[in-house]
C-alpha cells in the first residue's frame, strides 16, 4: 500500500484552517487554543512538550530547516514566536518553565510563516503584505507590498538565500530579492483561480504553485530564464478520471429483472437503488473539491547497492561506454505529493506523470489501532509534509475539515513498494496499472509464441535468433532465364538459324545500300552532346572521381563525434531551398553526413551537398505533397512518400524514379504490354502515404497507409543500360507482411532503426496510443493507450550515428510530441515516460523532434518561429534558435559534427554551429 495510517491526534479547534508543522522529527500542532504541542514522531503516543506564551488562538506553526537546533515558530494574533524545541524538552525534563522568543506583537492575523534557509528570518504573510522578521530579536526587517489581495503563502529559496516567492489571491506570484530591497519579478494574472499553495524544489531552482480550481503550474527559480511556466498538469482532471473509473462499475450493474423504457420526464421516473446508489456517490465526491490545498517535493530514494554490467565481468576498454545519461534518466525520480480535500496525488516529478492516487474515502491499513486494522480518513483542510529518515517515505500531516483530528500518514515512494518476486520492469508497470488507470496505463499485450518466452524484456537490440518462419528472412531474388537443353536425336541451334552477332540489334533495313537523304553527313559544328546514360564503370575521368570521393567518405568514417561538444548556437548558413515560399515538409540527413535530403509541398523533394554552399538537385515525379523523405544506409539511395498514394526510391545522382511503389501487393505486372487492367488481388492505394522508411539494414521499406503498416522486399537492378533499356526496369518489389493498428484510424507517426538490426517498430496511432511491432514475430507485443491527450505525430528513436557508440540501454530512449502535450522521453524496457520537455509552442504543425548523436540534448521546432535546445537530463531548454520568419517544421542534427538544420514552412534551412 502506498499509505499507512499512523495515529489520530486530538485538537481543541477544527484544524482545517490552521497551518500544521512537521520536520521528520517532531510535529507541532494546537495542543489548546494558545497551546503548542509538540509530539515525537517515534513515540506519537506519549505526552507532548506543551509550549505556553500564547493568549490568542493559534493560527500558523513553522519549523525550521536546521537541526541542532531545530527552531519552532508560532504566530497567533497576538504576538509571533521562535522556539527552540531541544531547549524546550530539557526545561519540561527538568521542571522549568519554557520560554520562547517574542519577535513581533500585535501585527493582526497570520496567515502562513516559513523560516530562511539559515534560520535567520521569518517570513509572516500578514493581510496583503509579507513581513521579513528577525528570527532572534524583535525586529522587521523588511516589510513587503505590492498584492493587492491576502498573500496566501511566502517561501525562502532554498538555493538563493535572499529570494523570496509570494502568492495571493489576486492570482499571480512575486519574486523578491531581500537583499538588494527589489522587486526582481511580478507575473501577470495566471489563472482564474486564487493561488493557494506553494512548494520549493530543494533540488532544483523551480516552484510548484497550485490554485484553488485544480491547477498546477511549475516555473523556473533560475535568474536569466524569465521565471517560466516549465510544466501545467491539470489535477482536476486527474480526479475526474479516476472518479470516472470508480463509478463505472456501479453505473452499469447487473439488472436481473425487465428493463422499462419510459417517454415520461426524468423528473418523473421512479429511481432504482441502484441509480440512488450512484448518485449518492457522484454527490458525495463532487463535495470533496479539487482545490490543491498541500505541496511537497519529496526526495529522490538512494537506488544502493553498486551497479554491475549485465555481462557478470568487467567489459575490455574498447567495449566500455559512458552511459551516465542513461543512468540518470532511469534511476528513481523524486515525488511530487499533491494533496486535494478528498485526495492524495503522487506525481512523477520528472515526467509528471500519475505515479499513484490515495483515495481518502478507501480504508487505510492502520498501526495505532489494535481492534481496527484499517482506518477511513474524513475530508481535509490542511495539510504538512516531511521527508521521513528513510528517505523512501515521507510523513503527511491532514487536518479534518469537520472532526477535530489531525491524521498522521506514512506515504511510501511508489518504486519501493514491495512486489511479489517480479522483477523492477514488471514493478513499473504494475504500479502504472493500478494507480493511473487510464492516464498512464500501459496494456501489454502477451502473445503466445512456440519457443519464445512472453515475460523477456522488449529492447531494441534483440539478443533472441531470428525464427524460423520470421519474415525477415524474406529475400526477393529475380529469376533468371534458363536455357533449354537440346532434345535427342536433334541438334542444336536448329537447322537454319544463325549464330547471334552485333547485327542482331541493328536497326531494319531492306537493302544492303540507301541512297542517303544528306543527314548522314558531318555537321559544320557541334552544338552539345548530352550523356543520357552514365555506366559504373564509365570513364577514367568519373573513375578518378568516384575514387576520390569514396576516399573522402573511407578517411570521413574515420572520425568521431565531440562528446564533450556544446549544442549549437551560432547561425552559419542561410539557405531558401525554392525561389517562392513553399513549406518544407520533412529533412533527413544520410548516414554519412555528406547530404541532406528536404521534403517540399510542390510535389518535389531535393537534395544539398553539405557543406550547405549552393542549390540542391530536384527530384520531381510525385502528383501530390511530398511528406517525409529518409535515406538508406548506404547513403545510394532516398525514399520519398507522397500524398499522390505512392513511394518512390531514387538514386542520389538520378532525377528519376528507379521504383515506384503504387500497388499493395507487387508490381511484377508493370512491364505487361496493353492497357493496365485493375488487378483485385493487387489494389492500389487508397490512401496517401505518410511516412517511409529504410527497414533492416536496408533490406526492407516500412510504409504506412491509413491504419496499416506494409512491410516490402525489394530488389533494384543496378546494372549499367543504353539510352533504349533504361526504360526497361527490372526493379521490383513484393509485400512481406502487412501489421493494422485495429483501435486507430490513421498511424500518424512511424519510427524504426535502419543502421543496425533491430524488430522493433513503433507506430502511434489516431487514437492518442503507441503500438510496439515485433517484425520477428510479425506481430503487436505491446499498447501504450493515452500516451498523449491528442495523437501523437512525432516520433524519434536515440539511433545514435555511425561516428559515435552507446551503451546498450540508450537505444531503448525514444520521443514522442502531441500537439498542446509537449515532449515526452520513453524507456521501451519499463514501458513508462522518464521526462517531460515543455516550453515551446506546438498546438497544431507537426514540430520534428530530433536526438544529438552524443544523446546529451534534443531539438525541436515550434510554432513561435523559433527551434529549441533540451538537456535530456533536465525539464526546461537551455537555448532558443531565433530568428526564423515562420513555423519550424523540422529540425535535425548533423551525424558527425555539432550542427543543427533547422526547417520552416516558408522554405528555408538554416544551419547552426557550435562555434
Known sequence: MAAIHEYSIRTPFLPSHVQIACNGTYLALPYTKATVGIWSMKSLSSSPVQLEGHRKQISCMCFGN???PTLLCSAANDFIITWNVEKARTSVESGQQVRGQVISKGQGYVQYVNFSPNDSLVAACIDKE???????????????????ANVNCAEFCPHYDSTVVSISDDRTFKVWDISTSC?????????ASP???????????????????GQMRVFDLTYGNGFRCLHHLDVAKILRRQREAREQPLSSPERTGPTTISSRPSWQLDQSPDDQLVSMTTDEASEAGESILGLYYALRPNEGGSRTTSGGGRKPAFLQTDDTIVRDLLEKAPMLLVATPGCLVQVNAHSYEVASYIDFQDPLPSESFIEETEK?????????FAQAEDIRQVWCLAGSIFQKTVNVLKIQH???IPSKSKPLTNQFSETLRISDDGAGDVVIKEQIDSGTDTDAEITVLSSTPLLVNSPLKSELVPKTKETTPPKKGKLWPPAGSKKSSATDSQPLTFKTKIKSSGYTDAPRMNMFSPVTSKSRGGSAGSRRSSSSSSTSANRTLTKEYPMDAQYPTNMKVKLNVVEQPIPINCIAFSDDGQNLAVALSNKSSQVFKMPLTGKGTAFTGHNGVVNTVSWSHSNQWLLTSSADKTARLWHKTQTEPVLTIDNINNNFTMDKEGPKAVDKNNPPFTKEIKHCRFYYVDKFILLTNGNTMYMYKYHLDDKPKDDIKRYQTKNRYKL????QMDRAQQITALSSVNGFHSYIVLCAGSNKSIEVFDMNKAQSVRVVPDVHTRP?????????????????NAYDLFLTAAPTDGIKLWDLRTNRCVRRYDGHMNRVHSCGLAFSPCAKYIATGSEDRTAYIFDIRAGTYVHRLTGHTDVVSDVKFHPLYPELVTASMDGKIRLYSDR
Open 736 to 739: 512481406v507482411k502487412s501489421l
Open 130 to 148: 509579507i513581513l521579513i522578521l528577525d528570527a532572534k530579536s524583535e525586529r522587521i526587517d523588511t516589510r513587503l507590498e505590492g498584492h493587492t
Open 66 to 68: 536546521r537541526h541542532s
Open 792 to 808: 501523437v505525430h512525432t516520433i524519434c528513436q536515440n539511433e545514435g550515428s555511425t561516428y559515435v557508440s552507446h551503451s546498450p
Open 195 to 213: 493561488f493557494i499553495s506553494l512548494t520549493m524544489d530543494m533540488i532544483t531552482p523551480q516552484f510548484a504553485v497550485g490554485s484553488s480550481d
Open 376 to 384: 477511513c480518513i474524513s475530508l481535509s483542510g490542511s495539510f504538512a
Open 183 to 191: 522587486l526582481v519579478y511580478q507575473s501577470t494574472i495566471i489563472s
Open 414 to 416: 511508489p518504486s519501493c
